[in-house]
C-alpha cells in the first residue's frame, strides 16, 4: 500500500518523527537528583531543578556516556564538539523560563535504523540526535480551582531523535518506532517505557500528489503510545486529504491528539525558531570529547537486534518471522539461546522452540504479568520440554498441560511428565483397539459417515483421544482410522 487512492487520484504520505526518549541514569542531566519514578511529588528537586538563584548546571557525564552510546547504535556520526543552547519560553511547569538544549550543534548527526516491514527490510534515516533536559509537569485534574506542579521530572535526561520525513504509512511509523524502542533497550540507555513517559513521539505528517513537492505538514504532539501514534496519523491523512480535496490548505501548526475522541485538534500556529530566542548556554562550556572515550564506549555496545536476526536465521535456520520476534528483547533472545545450549541441536527443534516461547511461553508471562527475565520455567526445563515434543514421548497438546505444571509446580518437565503417566502413545497396535472399541461403540455414524458424511472423521478422533486421556500420537491416530474406515 504505497498510494492512498481517492476519487480524485493518489495521495503519497509523509511522515517524519521526533522522539523523546529518557535517558536511563540515577541522577538527572545538570543536577544530582533522583531520577527515581513514582516518589511523592517534588521528591527529586534540587536548588537548581527549581531555578533558585545563584546555582548552576553541572554536566553528568554518564548521561553524555549514554547519549553517545544511543548515537553508535543508530548508526550515527559522533560530534567531537556540540554546545548547548537555551530554549526560552515561559510555562509554570519550566522554572527557569528556558529549556537546556543543543539547537544549532548536536551531538550526534545523521543515523538511520532498519525496520522490518512486510516488504522486507526499510531504512529510515535519522537527521540528528540531541540531548536536552525534560521539563516538570502540571497536574490540572486534581482539585476544581487548583493547579499543582511536580518538578521531580524537571531536569531529567532527555534524547531526542529527529528523523528525515522517510516513513509512507502510519505502519511504517510504527515499525520504526517498535525498532528504536527495541535497540535503545538493547543499550540500556531507555527502557522504552511508553506507559511511564519515557519515550513518546512528536509526529510530523503530510501528503502531496506523487508527482509534485512534499505537501505541508502538520505536527501532534507528543503522543506516547504506539496505538495512539497509529490513530493520529491516519486521523491526520484523512483530515489533509479532505481538506485539499475541497480546495482548501493545510496550514503548518500543531496540533494535539485526544485519545478520547481519536482526533487531533489545532492548539497553536507552528512556532518558529526566532520565537524561542535561542542562544548558546552562558553557563556551560562546549561540549568537547576525546576520541578515546567514543571508542572505549563502541566497544560497550552489544550485538543489536538485527545482527542477533540474522545471526540467528545464520546459525540455528530460523525463518526470518521467528528470528525476528526472537530477537526483539535481547531477554527473550538469551532464553532461546540458553535454551539450545542444553539439548542436542537440531534445526527442526530450534524451530519448535522459537514457537513454543513467542506462543505458548508468553501466553504464561502474559497470564502472570511476569517478564522472561523472571520467568518461573528456566531456559533448560524449556529446552528438555521441547525435546519431549520432538521426540514423540508427549504430544503438543499434552505438552500444553505440561507447560501450565511446569511453571507452578516448577518441576521438570521429565518428572511431570512422569508423574502424571502423561508419555504419548505411539504404538499403533494400542491405537488400533482403542479406535476399534470407537467405531463399535458408534456403528450408526460409521455408516453415516461411509454414506458421505465427512466430517464424522474429527468426531471418531475426539473419541478416541478421549478413551486415550489426550496420549495418542495424532498422526499414528490419523493413519489408523483412515485405515479402519476404508476397510
Ligand atoms: P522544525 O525544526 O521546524 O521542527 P525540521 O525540518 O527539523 O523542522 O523537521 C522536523 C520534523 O518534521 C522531522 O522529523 C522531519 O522529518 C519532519 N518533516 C519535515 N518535512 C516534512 C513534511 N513535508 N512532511 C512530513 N514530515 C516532515
Ligand atoms: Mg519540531
Redesign the pocket.
Given at each position: 500500500m504505497r498510494y492512498i487512492e481517492t476519487t480524485s487520484g493518489q495521495w503519497e504520505v509523509?511522515?517524519?518523527?521526533?522522539v523523546h526518549a529518557q535517558i536511563i541514569s540515577k541522577s538527572k542531566l545538570f543536577s544530582n537528583a533522583s531520577t527515581r519514578f513514582g516518589v511523592n511529588p517534588n521528591e527529586n528537586v534540587t536548588f537548581l531543578d527549581a531555578a533558585l538563584p545563584g546555582t548552576l548546571p553541572a554536566i553528568n557525564s554518564f548521561c553524555i556516556d549514554q547519549a553517545i552510546k544511543t548515537g553508535l547504535g543508530l548508526n550515527g556520526t559522533v560530534n567531537l564538539i556540540s554546545y548547548f543552547d537555551r530554549k526560552n519560553y515561559f510555562y509554570a511547569d519550566l522554572p527557569h523560563g528556558y529549556q537546556i538544549t543543543q539547537f544549532y550543534h548536536p551531538l550526534i548527526s545523521g543515523g538511520y535504523i532498519e525496520t522490518e516491514t512486510e516488504d522486507g527490510v526499510k531504512r529510515i534515516n535519522i537527521?540528528h540526535i540531541h540531548i536536552e533536559q525534560d521539563a516538570g509537569k502540571s497536574i490540572h485534574d486534581q482539585s476544581p480551582a487548583k493547579s499543582f506542579i511536580d518538578l521531580n521530572r524537571a531536569g531529567v535526561a532527555l534524547i531526542e531523535i529527529?528523523?528525515?520525513?522517510d516513513m509512507r504509512s502510519a505502519e511504517d511509523a510504527a515499525n520504526f518506532l517498535r525498532a528504536l524502542r527495541s535497540i535503545l533497550r538493547y543499550l540500556r540507555t531507555c527502557d522504552g517505557n511508553m506507559d511511564e513517559g519515557s519515550m513518546r513521539a512528536d509526529v510530523?505528517?503530510?501528503v502531496h500528489r506523487p508527482e509534485t513537492e512534499?505537501?505541508t505538514?502538520a505536527?501532534v504532539k507528543n503522543i506516547n503510545s504506539i496505538r495512539f501514534i497509529v490513530a493520529a496519523i491516519n486521523f491526520e491523512v484523512n483530515r489533509q486529504v479532505e481538506l485539499l480535496e475541497s480546495g482548501r490548505k493545510v496550514i503548518q501548526e500543531t496540533r494535539l491528539f485526544d485519545s478520547a475522541t481519536g482526533k487531533t485538534k489545532s492548539m497553536r500556529y507552528k512556532e518558529d525558531a526566532h520565537d524561542y530566542r535561542y542562544f548558546q548556554e552562558p553557563d556551560l562550556p562546549p561540549l568537547i570529547l576525546d576520541p578515546v572515550r567514543i571508542e572505549a564506549l563502541r566497544e560497550t555496545i552489544p550485538e543489536l537486534p538485527s545482527e542477533k536476526t540474522r545471526r540467528l536465521q545464520r546459525d540455528y535456520g530460523l525463518p526470518r518471522d521467528d528470528a525476528v520476534l526472537i530477537a526483539c528483547e535481547e531477554e527473550v533472545a538469551d532464553f532461546f539461546e540458553k535454551a539450545l545450549a542444553s539439548v542436542e541441536f537440531n534445526k527442526a527443534l530450534a524451530k519448535i522452540l522459537s514457537n513454543w516461547i513467542t506462543v505458548e511461553l508468553f501466553a504464561l508471562l502474559n497470564k502472570y504479568s511476569k517478564t522472561i527475565a523472571v520467568s518461573r520455567i528456566s531456559p533448560k526445563d524449556m529446552g528438555e520440554l521441547v525435546s519431549l515434543i520432538k521426540t514423540d514421548v508427549i504430544s503438543g497438546k499434552i505438552a500444553k498441560d505440561v507447560l501450565a505444571l511446569m511453571w507452578t509446580e516448577q518441576k521438570s518437565p521429565s518428572a511431570i511428565v512422569k508423574e502424571m503417566g502423561w508419555t504419548q502413545i505411539t504404538s499403533v497396535e494400542t491405537i488400533r483397539n482403542s479406535l476399534k472399541e470407537v467405531l463399535e461403540d458408534h456403528a450408526d455414524k460409521v455408516t453415516e459417515y461411509k454414506s458421505g458424511k465427512e466430517k464424522l472423521f474429527g468426531f471418531f478422533i475426539g473419541q478416541a483421544m478421549k478413551k486415550t486421556m489426550g496420549k495418542a500420537n495424532p498422526q499414528v491416530l490419523n493413519d489408523v482410522l483412515r485405515e479402519l474406515l476404508s476397510e
Open positions: 509523509v511522515i517524519g518523527l521526533e537527521n529527529v528523523t528525515e520525513p510530523n505528517v503530510s512534499y505537501g505538514r505536527e
